[in-house]
């Protein structure tokens, strides 16, 4: 608490003024000490010094947490197998993870393995430094949800741990439901191809089929009756909810950008999918 303003203030109010000099210092102190303790609360004065050190020490400790996690999930099964070390290889490599920020994955990756891993305390730590950024704590989750779908399935241990990290970040199993769902169609949208081929073409050379139409659908979040309207406006928002700007701002790590990026390819294909097939504009 800040009162060194106050207490000088109107000590040499008093020495000036008398009474109401002691009371027009009070107030003048007052206001000295409020504006000293917000430029301490940001870190520096005018913004600067640690605060941009604390921004990028909080997007370590981000990277950092979600690999370990990662390896925690890996473990959810009772061992870690040659698919999982394979799995959580293939989004290093999607991250075009090189150097030391790989050899950074792989260690945090291992300490989840590790019997002993704080996983509450770690989720804990992620959770307030991500306070007030949703996106970015929804970010964390699908990063885990990735890594338990890349095999294409989904072991029951393993859905038990996503709830206990849903929960934990402060999502409802409601929610934790509705991500799974769609996770599970961009796995089957991408394995189909479709995100692939619009990315090299700019466009789809052939037609989808009924169940790669419904994973766009599902990938988006809309039912298939929905209006033009409800399809432009579930797509806007999850482009607003993933677009790799907008979580850097908010503190995305950089290594992370490029999961970003081919979220909002997928949501594109899907969305420009589902327009051709409506005859949409």
Not at 204 to 216: H, I
């Amino acid at each position: 608490m800040q009162v060194w303003g106050k207490i000088l203030g109107a000590f040499f109010g008093f020495l000036l003024g008398g009474p109401f000099g002691l009371l027009l210092g009070l107030f003048l102190g007052h206001k000295f000490d409020k504006a000293r303790s917000k430029i301490y609360t940001r870190g520096g004065f005018g913004g600067f010094g640690s605060s941009q050190a604390g921004s990028a020490e909080r997007q370590a400790e981000f990277f950092h947490a979600g690999f370990a996690v990662m390896g925690h999930m890996a473990k959810a099964k009772g061992r870690v197998t040659e698919d999982e070390i394979r799995v959580a290889s293939a989004i290093m490599d999607r991250m075009s993870l090189h150097g030391e920020s790989r050899r950074q994955a792989q260690n945090a990756f291992r300490e989840g393995k590790e019997e002993d891993f704080p996983l509450e305390e770690t989720l804990a730590k992620v959770r307030m430094s991500c306070a007030g950024r949703a996106d970015l704590l929804q970010f964390f989750l699908e990063l885990q949800i990735q890594a338990a779908f890349a095999d294409g399935s989904l072991h029951s241990s393993e859905r038990q741990l996503l709830y206990v990290i849903a929960r934990s970040l402060g999502f409802s199993e409601r929610q934790l439901e509705q991500r799974l769902h769609m996770q599970e169609a961009a796995f089957r949208f991408q394995q189909g191809g479709f995100n692939q081929q619009y990315q090299q073409q700019g466009a789809f050379r052939q037609a989808p089929t009924k169940d790669q139409l419904a994973d766009a659908y599902e990938l988006l979040g809309v039912s298939e009756s929905a209006s033009a309207q409800e399809l432009k406006r579930a797509y806007r928002k999850q482009m607003n909810e993933h677009h790799p700007d907008k979580l850097a701002a908010k503190g995305l790590p950089p290594e992370m950008m490029e999961l970003a990026k081919e979220k909002t390819q997928q949501l594109q294909a899907a969305y420009d999918l589902i327009r051709k097939e409506k005859g949409l504009k």
